[in-house]
Every structure is written in C-alpha cells, then in structure tokens.
C-alpha cells in the first residue's frame, strides 16, 4: 500500500510569513496525527483527527497554529504567522484506527529566518 | 506528566561492535514501542512491547522490557552501517497516543 504522503518536503520562509504543509493519509486510514519534531528532540504531538473530528488539540499554539480535515481525508497544517521557534520538522502519521500503529510521512522541515 | 528519558543521547561504534540504549519512565507504562528514524524520514515502528520482562527479537535487535515497567533497552548485536538512525522509544497512552522521547542518535562506521 503506498505510504503517508506529505509536501512539501522542504520550506524556508521569514518570522511572520505564513505556511502551510498537506497530508495524504493511507487509504482507509481513519485516525491522522501531525507531531513536531524539533532538532535533538523527539516527536510532539499537535492534533489528532479521527475522520474529520478533533479528538485532541490540546498541545496546539492555537493562536497561531491551525488543521483541518474537511473530507476526513487530507488534511492540512497551518502556521501564520511562523517564529523563529517553529523551525522543526512536521510529521503528519495515520493508522487504521487507534488501536493500530502508526506510519509516518516523511515530513516536512520547515526553517523559519 | 509521564517523562521518558533516553540514553546515551549520542553513541559512536564500530561495524561489528554491540550497543545497548536504554528509555527510563517516570512511572509504570503499559505499552511501550521502538522506533527508528533515519535522516529525512519519519519514524518507523521497530516493536511493541506490553509485558513487564518481556524480550522481543528482530534479527539482531533485542528489546527487553523491565520487570517493573518503568524501563527498557535495545540491544543491537554486530552493528552494521545500515543501523545508523535515531532510535526513539514512545510511550502509548491508555487512549493511544503516543509520547516520545528525545531519542538516542547511533552512527555505525564502516
């Protein structure tokens, strides 16, 4: 089965531009994450979708950070306006239900100058 | 807030030389899971592990989980280039979600 599709894999913008990163889960798929990951650290937990719900926002910057999944499908990840910060790797995951394990995008680094 | 800590944070080796790396939690988990990161890739799942003394093998890789359920390691036996990567351990949460630690980077030189 093909993997987690994210884009794009590289962004560089200024502090206060905005961005945005996309996802395509594995199809069938019903449960997407999008964790940070910040250089020598592990991945942080952003969101969590089950289909095109919410189930846990709770470590979202919500004043600047935005997701949604409309369709239950995509979904898409938003910064506006980016810090410095927020230079880090996005990983967006999806599995099955919560019960399966994950996989991984291979994510997409963001530089914030 | 359930911590894991990680260590060594670096660790350098020879091919052919053994490594161990170890994931301590602040309290009992229930699950816990091993992943390997290489450079420009997201997290792949190496193994599960839910019993405390529990020993899981995979080719070269041994997992054991402590008794207690507040620790575990990786033991990699006659490393191999292809081993190089970060190897994370997460914690899986009553409700499924995971909870990483900062992962412990292992560069095998041929």
């Known amino acids: 089965e093909a993997g987690v599709a994210q884009s794009p894999r590289y962004k560089i913008i200024e502090k206060r531009q905005s961005v945005a990163f996309w996802c395509n889960p594995i199809?069938?798929?019903?449960?997407l994450y999008w964790y940070q990951q910040i250089l020598g650290q592990g991945p942080k937990l952003l969101i969590q979708f089950q289909n095109n719900g919410v189930v846990d926002d709770s470590q979202l910057p919500k004043d600047r950070f935005s997701a949604e999944r409309l369709k239950g499908v995509d979904s898409t990840l938003k910064i506006q306006p980016a810090k410095l910060e927020d230079s880090a790797v996005y990983l967006c995951?999806?599995?099955?239900?919560?019960?399966?394990?994950?996989?991984f995008g291979s994510g997409t680094r963001l530089t914030v100058v | 807030t359930q911590l894991l800590e990680q260590s060594p944070q670096f660790l350098s080796i020879q091919e052919g030389e053994n490594l161990t790396v170890y994931c301590n939690s602040s309290?009992?988990?229930?699950?816990l899971q091993w992943y390997r990161q290489e450079p420009g890739e997201g997290p792949v799942l190496l193994v599960t592990?839910?019993?405390?003394?529990e020993v899981k093998k995979l080719k070269r890789l041994t997992f054991q989980f402590g008794d207690a359920r507040k620790d575990s390691s990786l033991h990699i036996t006659a490393a191999q280039p292809g081993d190089t990567g970060l190897y994370l351990c997460?914690?899986?949460?009553?409700?499924?979600?995971?909870?990483f630690g900062a992962g412990t980077t292992v560069t095998v030189r041929a």
């Open positions: 309290s009992v988990f229930s699950s």
């Open positions: 997460a914690l899986r949460s009553n409700d499924y979600k995971l909870s």
């Open positions: 995951a999806s599995s099955r239900t919560v019960l399966y394990g994950y996989t």
């Open positions: 199809s069938g798929h019903a449960t």
């Open positions: 592990v839910v019993t405390g003394g």
